[in-house]
């Protein structure tokens, strides 16, 4: 068994335990390496880090795969990648870089329904299914047991309501999606409404819900993961920006916050 496929083992395997998956979002090999010292399981691309990272309202395609091999060769981790809408309209066109992400170290990946056209921002339902459908063949066709992960962005664009969110994940899942997701979830009742409507394990995003809310209290009602999204990447740029604000106002008392280079070179290569 090689390497990729031992590590497309143990995330499917850290989907199925009663302790939800703790899955962050490094934007870098520098944070993935991070990351693994503190002893997270497993990891997850996020695109709105690279894109933060280039400078960039969206990362191309290119650049999404890029930072995944760099990311994915960082660690022995599994890593999991989020490849936006995979940067296509057609099912099958969409579901190319499903292996892609496989060829550049993925042993999972997400699939979303948003179109990024904000003027119509969600697809159809029956196009949204096909692309999962497309996806799942792709995923299902690879040399590894490949975890894919659908998503329902509706609630992040105003683009439908919860009932409509729960049917999308569901159809999702009839078409073999192995993990559901729908990003905007913001209460303990909508999560637990949304894992009581599939079988499947329901990744949850901390960075839009209730910041109150406990990995224990997710557990209790069924969540199996959950992500921060670009969370990490923009408390690293807010904590960047005041420091930049404090130096060019004449002052420099943020360099006693500094992660100390002894807590930090032997983590690098």
């Not at 091999?69 to 296509?88: F, G, H, K, M, Q």
């Not at 993925?106 to 999962?132: K, M, W």
């Not at 975890?147 to 999702?172: C, P």
């Amino acid at each position: 068994m090689t390497d990729q496929a031992a590590a497309a083992v143990r995330f499917r395997e850290l989907h199925e335990r009663p302790e939800p998956l703790l899955l962050p979002n490094p934007w870098d090999p520098g944070t993935a390496r991070l990351l693994a010292s503190l002893g997270f399981e497993a990891l997850a691309t996020t695109s709105l880090g690279v894109a933060n990272q280039l400078g960039r309202r969206r990362a191309s395609r290119q650049a999404i795969l890029g930072n995944l091999r760099a990311i994915s060769d960082a660690t022995p981790l599994p890593v999991n990648a989020d490849l936006e809408n995979c940067y296509a309209d057609d099912p099958a066109e969409a579901a190319t870089m499903i292996a892609d992400a496989c060829a550049a170290g993925a042993v999972g990946a997400s699939i979303e329904d948003a179109t990024g056209d904000p003027r119509a921002p969600i697809y159809d339902f029956g196009l949204a299914v096909e692309r999962v459908h497309a996806a799942v063949e792709a995923a299902r066709a690879l040399p590894i047991p490949f975890v894919l992960t659908a998503r329902a962005e509706n609630l992040l664009w105003q683009a439908g309501d919860l009932d409509d969110t729960i049917s999308r994940l569901r159809a999702f899942e009839e078409a073999g999606a192995d993990v559901l997701y729908a990003p905007g979830l913001r209460t303990l009742d909508e999560m637990r409404a949304v894992v009581s409507s599939v079988g499947g394990p329901v990744n949850v995003v901390m960075g839009f819900a209730d910041p109150e809310i406990t990995l224990a209290q997710l557990a209790e009602i069924g969540v199996r993961r959950v992500s921060i999204g670009g969370a990490l990447s923009r408390v690293a740029l807010r904590s960047f920006m005041d420091a930049a604000k404090e130096m060019r106002a004449g002052h420099f008392g943020f360099v006693t916050r500094m992660a100390p280079l002894t807590d930090l070179h032997p983590l690098f290569t």
